[in-house]
Nanobody, 125 residues
């Protein structure tokens, strides 16, 4: 089992940057592929980014491609999301999630087994 705790959210102006971190418990972190999702008020949870077990492969939603970067440190059991050039439409609660190493549908929330509690990101215009 994996427990996930996000941090790093906050209030930032349009064009600013934030770095989210997700700390995972357990000794098997490197066996999981990791994802970031977000959910804005009144909207469904949506995929943001995914990274495979080794960190050698990353995927992004079109809406964040070129602005966000996902990374992981398996020695420290952490996964990060660097968010640059933030826009008001990036405002949401951001969640990290852990899924099987063999995950296929990495853009689908139901593919992930473990979730953090979320961290609020607010981008002011």
């Amino acid at each position: 089992q994996v427990q996930l705790v996000e941090s790093g959210g906050g209030l930032v102006q349009t064009g600013g940057s934030l770095r989210l971190s997700c700390a995972a418990s357990g000794r098997t972190f490197s066996m999981y592929s990791m994802g970031w999702f977000r959910q804005a008020p009144g909207k469904e949870r949506e995929f943001v980014a995914h990274i495979n077990r080794s960190g050698g492969s990353t995927r992004y939603a079109d809406s964040v491609k070129g602005r966000f970067t996902i990374s992981r440190d398996n020695a420290k059991n952490t996964v990060n999301l660097q968010m640059n050039s933030l826009k008001p439409e990036d405002t949401a609660v951001y969640y990290c999630a852990a899924g099987p190493g063999s995950i296929v549908l990495f853009t689908t929330a139901s593919s992930y087994s473990y979730w953090g509690q979320g961290t609020q990101v607010t981008v002011s215009s």
